[in-house]
């Protein structure tokens, strides 16, 4: 019998569904909402509100694109957390009373193990190109910044994590102090490829073991660019490119500084990356220069499966429906956690 798995996440500003037939992706919705760009970041509340619009329409139309009805539906899995308390409550509720009513599996998805899982979507039953257990992941979101040894679907150990600011949020506000606009992550990824990543240097953090530190950075930017406009008001715009290209450049070393010694001291050199930073191209070049020079076997998501879908909830769902891991309907959302 064929298990079809529906999955939901809207744990953010992103509404989005899909659905895997026996691993395999057969549809992937996502409404992004761009009410809050005029605000220069996330605004929950307005969140909550457009998830409430679009939850519908989009599961509707991710199962009509996969030439699915409801009631062929094996289980139906969503992001639980961690996430907005507000954004995750629209696709949380939908989630569980739709399972209730078709009397099928409910499964909770932890959004971060959705992120790393996303290695594992098929698009095609000959799509073979994923990573061998255990490897490394290096998780990079606008939330979040860890290094996570991955031994099993189930199975994840967080090795560093960052202690202050993820990587994604020191992009995105550096971007916003320099009046870039918002998300900042795709802006600085595309004024860096014209810029020098050597005109400016930034502090970087001292911290020991495997985790990281981005606020440093964050200050040491702020500091700098004080400095810089008092002398030349017009200091951004003559130089954001260059600007744009070292704050990058040293957010990719630090970030691949950590992950070396990880490698190296784990042996293990099936090396992922996944999240919305991941999306960068500065970040992706450095992960090909590690596969030359280090012989790491690695593996880069596809710019769609980066930043937050559904897509990769439904094959995490479709996982944990093979080990039966059901979630029963009095788990509730949550909203802080990372994996484990
Ligand atoms: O994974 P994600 O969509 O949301 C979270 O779950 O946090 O990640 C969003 C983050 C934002 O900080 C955004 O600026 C960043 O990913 N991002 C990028 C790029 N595209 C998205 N950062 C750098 N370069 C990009 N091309």
């Given at each position: 019998?064929?298990?079809i798995?529906?999955?939901?996440?809207?744990?953010?500003?992103?509404t989005?569904?899909?659905?895997?037939?026996?691993?395999?992706?057969?549809?992937?919705?996502?409404?992004?909402?761009?009410?809050?760009?005029?605000?220069?970041?996330?605004?929950?509340?307005?969140?909550?509100?457009?998830?409430?619009?679009?939850?519908?329409?989009?599961?509707?139309?991710?199962?009509?694109?996969?030439?699915?009805?409801?009631?062929?539906?094996?289980?139906?899995?969503?992001?639980?957390?961690?996430g907005?308390?507000?954004?995750?409550?629209?696709?949380?509720?939908?989630?569980?009373?739709?399972?209730?009513?078709?009397?099928?599996?409910?499964?909770?998805?932890?959004?971060?193990?959705?992120?790393?899982?996303?290695?594992?979507?098929?698009?095609?039953?000959?799509?073979?190109?994923?990573?061998?257990?255990?490897?490394?992941?290096?998780?990079?979101?606008?939330?979040?910044?860890?290094?996570?040894?991955?031994?099993?679907?189930?199975?994840?150990?967080?090795?560093?994590?960052?202690?202050?600011?993820?990587?994604?949020?020191?992009?995105?506000?550096?971007?916003?102090?320099?009046?870039?606009?918002?998300?900042?992550?795709?802006?600085?990824?595309?004024?860096?490829?014209?810029?020098?990543?050597?005109?400016?240097?930034?502090?970087?953090?001292?911290?020991?073991?495997?985790?990281?530190?981005?606020?440093?950075?964050?200050?040491?930017?702020l500091?700098?660019?004080?400095?810089?406009?008092?002398?030349?008001?017009?200091?951004?715009?003559?130089?954001?490119?260059?600007?744009?290209?070292?704050?990058?450049?040293?957010i990719?070393?630090?970030?691949?500084?950590?992950?070396?010694?990880?490698?190296?001291?784990?042996?293990?050199?099936?090396?992922?990356?996944?999240?919305?930073?991941?999306?960068?191209?500065?970040?992706r070049?450095?992960?090909?220069?590690?596969?030359?020079?280090?012989?790491?076997?690695?593996?880069?998501?596809?710019?769609?499966?980066?930043?937050?879908?559904?897509?990769?909830?439904?094959?995490?769902?479709?996982?944990?429906?093979?080990?039966?891991?059901?979630?029963?309907?009095d788990?509730?959302?949550?909203?802080?956690?990372?994996?484990?």
């Amino acid at each position: 019998m064929d298990t079809i798995i529906l999955g939901i996440e809207s744990s953010c500003d992103d509404t989005s569904a899909a659905v895997i037939k026996n691993g395999v992706l057969l549809s992937s919705v996502i409404a992004s909402q761009a009410v809050h760009e005029a605000y220069g970041g996330v605004v929950p509340e307005l969140a909550s509100r457009a998830h409430q619009q679009n939850i519908v329409p989009v599961v509707h139309e991710a199962l009509k694109r996969a030439g699915v009805t409801k009631e062929q539906l094996s289980a139906i899995a969503f992001t639980r957390g961690p996430g907005l308390m507000g954004s995750l409550l629209v696709g949380v509720s939908f989630a569980k009373g739709l399972a209730r009513s078709l009397d099928i599996p409910m499964i909770d998805v932890n959004h971060l193990q959705g992120h790393v899982l996303a290695h594992f979507i098929k698009e095609s039953e000959d799509d073979h190109n994923q990573p061998k257990f255990p490897f490394i992941c290096l998780l990079v979101s606008g939330g979040n910044s860890q290094i996570i040894r991955v031994n099993a679907y189930n199975d994840m150990e967080v090795l560093g994590q960052t202690i202050d600011d993820a990587a994604g949020e020191a992009i995105d506000k550096c971007s916003k102090v320099m009046g870039l606009g918002y998300p900042g992550g795709p802006i600085i990824d595309k004024l860096a490829r014209q810029g020098n990543p050597k005109a400016y240097t930034f502090s970087k953090p001292h911290i020991p073991g495997y985790d990281y530190s981005f606020s440093g950075l964050k200050t040491s930017f702020l500091y700098s660019l004080r400095e810089w406009l008092k002398e030349d008001p017009d200091f951004i715009e003559h130089h954001k490119t260059d600007l744009a290209a070292s704050l990058e450049k040293t957010i990719v070393d630090i970030l691949m500084d950590k992950l070396r010694k990880v490698v190296k001291d784990t042996g293990i050199n099936e090396v992922a990356v996944a999240g919305g930073v991941s999306a960068n191209n500065g970040l992706r070049n450095a992960f090909h220069e590690h596969a030359d020079k280090y012989g790491w076997k690695i593996y880069i998501p596809k710019f769609g499966y980066t930043t937050d879908n559904a897509a990769m909830i439904a094959i995490t769902g479709y996982y944990k429906f093979m080990d039966k891991d059901f979630c029963t309907i009095d788990k509730p959302a949550y909203s802080r956690v990372t994996i484990k």
